[in-house]
């Protein structure tokens, strides 16, 4: 929510609010580059690899980024991310493994469903943080452009791409209500 909002007695104090933010957006970027890592080890020879690394290149800037931010603001990052580390190369590696269209429908999936959890969090910053809004801002246009990439790069032609995107969009959001909290 813009502007100057009253805090109400219960309510998490905005610091909370924000450590989440961060700590979900640090376990996502380091899931991403998990993902680009399992789709790479087995795409490398592929001709997509090269929009691969690049794709997974943005998503270190983003995972160095947060792990900055986390440090900076005292934030503790999830549990969770040996959990991430394991399922993010084992979901890159089995899209790959059904091939380049699978992988570009992984991508797709993963990168709709953190545009708009990105674009939630951006709704919900106050004024005060402007730094932050801004990072998220570029995040999600670089998320949209990865999203891009793979629907140009046939995406929507993966055999069974309905289903593959649901179910990897269910994950993702699985996965980001379970990083915010634990």
């Keep these: 929510m813009s502007g100057t909002r009253q805090w109400l007695p219960g309510d998490p104090p905005p610091e909370a609010k924000i450590g989440r933010m961060l700590r979900v957006d640090h376990a996502g970027e380091y899931g ?9 080890a087995v795409l490398r020879r592929s001709d997509k690899a090269p929009a691969l690394r690049e794709m997974q290149a943005q998503e270190q800037q983003h995972l160095d980024r947060f792990a900055d931010l986390i440090v900076r603001r005292r934030v503790r990052p999830t549990a969770m991310l040996p959990l991430w580390h394991f399922a993010g190369f084992a979901l890159g590696a089995a ?3 059904l091939g380049e269209r699978a992988a570009m429908a992984c991508t797709v999936a993963v990168e709709d469903a953190i545009e708009a959890h990105y674009a939630g969090q951006i709704a919900a910053l106050d004024d005060t943080e402007h730094e932050l809004r801004a990072t998220l801002e570029k995040f999600r246009d ?8 793979a629907l140009r ?3 929507e032609q993966a055999p069974g791409y309905r289903l593959l995107s649901a179910a990897i969009r269910r994950g993702c959001r ?8 634990i």
């Design 32 to 40: 991403a580059a998990r993902i680009y890592a399992g789709q790479l």
């Design 95 to 97: 899209t790959a493994a």
């Design 142 to 149: 670089d998320e949209l452009a990865h999203r891009d990439v």
């Design 153 to 155: 790069n046939g995406a």
């Design 174 to 181: 699985v996965a980001i209500r379970i990083s915010e909290r």
